[in-house]
T-cell receptor
Framework: ETGVTQTPRHLVMGMTNKKSLKCEQH?????MYWYKQSAKKPLELMFV???????ENNSVPSRFSPECPNSSHLFLHLHTLQPEDSALYLC???????????FGSGTRLTVV | GESVGLHLPTLSVQEGDNSIINCAYS??????FIWYKQESGKGPQFIID?????DKRQGQRVTVLLNKTVKHLSLQIAATQPGDSAVYFC????????????FGQGTILTVHP
């Protein structure tokens, strides 16, 4: 297990459901990220939090709502998703922006 | 627009051979580069990084080469093993704030025993 833990590992949800993805980092990093990974596409940045403050919102639809209650935890709240939102959602953390990111194992989301 | 891209989407090698995975970048202002490895069912794992003031950096069985003149990055894996089979991404840091790390599409490396 890496220093970034994501739960659940797999999630199947209907389009009318509400669910949340959780990420926790044990590395003492000061920034956390949500990425979307779809088949045959580069990683897409969704949100960035630095010291619990959102510093980037990459034109993500409002059906995705992030929350960062403290520097170790990051959530992604999901509601009324579409089938095209099915993907691997990756959480990452870093210490400052000049350094590499440590990724979690991701949540495989399927919207039915 | 500017992007990070990989020359080869797939690479097949025999166990014990050396592997070279290439990456082209177009932003001359990028100052930091990283290679990640992603195995099936896992998140990307940091392999090695290099800053723009260096041309070469070595790790355990891996070497990253940076050619700023032609904006080219490569990852060399020595004595490739079946456990090296994965998707390899390069990433470049394009800015001086958070969230500026841009990832390439990835190269699938398959190592045959």
């Amino acid at each position: 297990e890496t220093g970034v833990t994501q739960t659940p590992r797999h999630l199947v949800m209907g389009m009318t459901n509400k669910k949340s993805l959780k990420c926790e980092q044990h590395l003492g990093h000061n920034a956390m990220y949500w990425y979307k990974q779809s088949a045959k596409k580069p990683l897409e940045l969704m949100f960035v939090y630095s010291l619990e403050e959102r510093v980037e919102n990459n034109s993500v639809p409002s059906r995705f709502s992030p929350e960062c209650p403290n520097s170790s935890h990051l959530f992604l709240h999901l509601h009324t998703l579409q089938p095209e939102d099915s993907a691997l959602y990756l959480c990452a953390s870093s210490q400052d922006y000049q350094n590499g990111y440590t990724f979690g194992s991701g949540t495989r989301l399927t919207v039915v | 627009g500017e992007s990070v891209g990989l020359h080869l989407p797939t690479l097949s090698v025999q166990e014990g051979d050396n592997s070279i995975i290439n990456c082209a970048y177009s932003n001359s202002a990028s100052d930091y580069f990283i290679w990640y490895k992603q195995e099936s069912g896992k998140g990307p794992q940091f392999i090695i990084d290099i800053r723009s003031n260096m041309d070469k950096r070595q790790g355990q069985r891996v070497t990253v080469l940076l050619n700023k003149t032609v904006k080219h990055l490569s990852l060399q894996i020595a004595a490739t093993q079946p456990g090296d089979s994965a998707v390899y991404f390069c990433a470049e840091n394009r800015g001086t704030s958070y969230g500026k790390l841009t990832f390439g599409q990835g190269t699938i490396l398959t190592v045959h025993p």
